[in-house]
Structures are given as structure tokens and as C-alpha cells.
């Protein structure tokens, strides 16, 4: 299998986010991390106290969105994958009448709502950067500042380029239940990649590489004014402390 450990699926994030082994992978992100850093927002006044609308773009099986429901708001969760949201829809049963949760694409998340819909948008944990081009990316951007209300709040939570490429883990190998997953990393060609092999319940072998590009932050700011926003601030990690070289995340806030 090693000589094809880097095949290269453009569209790899629609076969993986539906399995149940992505799941496993990283079932470890708590609720409580989530509500944490939905709290902190708050606190810094970039989410109100409540009574928003809010969209939560790559919302997985919720964690977030209904952290933000909790807080009082009115929060609709989209994620390309299935499993996801049936989980999501699950798991979050007594914030109904607050928390929805729709399945879609979000480079045509113009076509699925109407204009100024949300007061808030947001990207959780490097659900951006994904596809082959700048284009789809710049198109996302655009999709997301129309459905944002004037004045509305974007929050991008996607990693830090300068600490990756400082303390990248070529190789290891993690246990996850009854799965052992060998996992293999590298920068290459503007993009960050995760090799992921591993054996499913049936005993075949199984090979899934998650493809993120290399944005840093500069060039996430460059993309974020062509498609109209203005950068207003960004911290390094979940905390909301300052953005530095040695910071896990890239958090920006844009207006």
C-alpha cells in the first residue's frame, strides 16, 4: 500500500467524513472544548449574548452549533456529509426548536439560503481549504459574505502554517478502539497532507488522505478582502489569545 500512500482525490472529504473510522479518528473533540470556546466569543462580544442567527459551515456532528444554541441563539448546522448530520440531528435533540441541522455543499450555500440570511457565519476546526482551486475557495468566501447580513460577523478557525511546518509529525501510529491507524504527514506542493492507513471492521485495508491546502495567514487575509470582508482580528488558539509563530490555530474574525 505505500507506494500509493499519497493518491491524490480531489474530492477525498466526500468518501472519508462519511465513515465511521473518521469518526473514530476524532471522536476525542469534547463538548465541553466547544461550549469553552463559544463562551470565550461571547465574552470577547464577537458573538452577542443571544438572539442571533447563526449559520455553522463544516459543523460535523455538531459540537459547536449547539454550543451556540445553548447561548441562546438561532443556529443552522450544514456539513456535505450524511452521517454527520444524521449523528448531529441525534445527539441534539433538545435544542429543536433552535438548532437545525441541513446537509449541502458549502460552495453553493448561496443557492440554499436566501441573502442576509445569517448574522453570524461560522468555520470550525479547518473546514476550509479543501478543494483544488483558488477558485472554489475564493467562491466560498463569496457565498458566505452574501448570505451574511450587512455588518455580519465570519469566523475562520483553520490552522496555523507557521507552526505546522515547525513541529510536523512525519509518522505515527494511533489506537482508536478496536482500529490501529497508521498515520503519515507532509507539506508538499502547497499542500498539508494526512496519509491514513488503518484496517476496517471487515479486515479489508483501507487508505484515506486528507488534503488541506498551505494557506498561511497573509493569504488568507488577501482572499478574505477579494470576496469582501474586512480582517478585523485573530487569535491563536480557542483561548483567544494573540496570533503567534508557535500558536495551534489561526482564529480570524472578519466583518
Known amino acids: 500500500m505505500n507506494k500509493y500512500m499519497w493518491k491524490n482525490d480531489p474530492d477525498w472529504f466526500k468518501q472519508w467524513f462519511n465513515t465511521r473510522e473518521y469518526h473514530l479518528l476524532y471522536g476525542h473533540r469534547s463538548q465541553e472544548e466547544a461550549s469553552g470556546f463559544i463562551r470565550r466569543l461571547s465574552e470577547q462580544s464577537i458573538l452577542a449574548s443571544s438572539n442571533q442567527t447563526i449559520m455553522d459551515i463544516g459543523c460535523g456532528e455538531g459540537r459547536h452549533a449547539a454550543s451556540m444554541a445553548a447561548e441562546g441563539h438561532h443556529v443552522t448546522g450544514l456539513d456535505?456529509?450524511?452521517?454527520?448530520?444524521?449523528?448531529?440531528?441525534q445527539l441534539h435533540v433538545d435544542y429543536s426548536s433552535s438548532l437545525r441541522f441541513v446537509c449541502g455543499d458549502m460552495r453553493e450555500i448561496d443557492t440554499l439560503f436566501q441573502p442576509s440570511s445569517?448574522?453570524?457565519?461560522?468555520?470550525?476546526?479547518?473546514?476550509?481549504?479543501?478543494?483544488?482551486?483558488?477558485?472554489?475557495?475564493?467562491?466560498?468566501?463569496?457565498?458566505?459574505?452574501?448570505?451574511?447580513?450587512?455588518?455580519?460577523?465570519?469566523?475562520?478557525d483553520f490552522l496555523n502554517l507557521e507552526q505546522v511546518q515547525t513541529d510536523l509529525v512525519s509518522h505515527e501510529r494511533i489506537r482508536k478502539g478496536e482500529v490501529d491507524?497508521?498515520?503519515?504527514?507532509?507539506?508538499?506542493?502547497?499542500?498539508?497532507?494526512?496519509?491514513?492507513?488503518?484496517?476496517?471492521?471487515?479486515?479489508?485495508?483501507?487508505?484515506h488522505v486528507e488534503r488541506v491546502r498551505a494557506f498561511s495567514t497573509e493569504y488568507l487575509r488577501v482572499m478574505l478582502h477579494s470576496a469582501g470582508f474586512e480582517f478585523d482580528e485573530v487569535f491563536g488558539d480557542y483561548d483567544l489569545i494573540p496570533l503567534v509563530k508557535s500558536s495551534p490555530r489561526c482564529i480570524i474574525v472578519a466583518q
Open 118 to 156: 445569517f448574522d453570524v457565519v461560522t468555520m470550525m476546526f479547518t473546514s476550509f481549504g479543501y478543494f483544488e482551486t483558488e477558485e472554489e475557495h475564493l467562491r466560498t468566501l463569496e457565498a458566505i459574505r452574501t448570505v451574511l447580513r450587512k455588518d455580519g460577523t465570519f469566523v475562520l
Open 181 to 207: 491507524f497508521e498515520i503519515n504527514r507532509r507539506i508538499a506542493d502547497g499542500w498539508i497532507e494526512k496519509s491514513i492507513q488503518f484496517e476496517d471492521i471487515t479486515g479489508t485495508k483501507q487508505l
Open 80 to 89: 456535505l456529509s450524511s452521517n454527520s448530520i444524521q449523528a448531529a440531528k
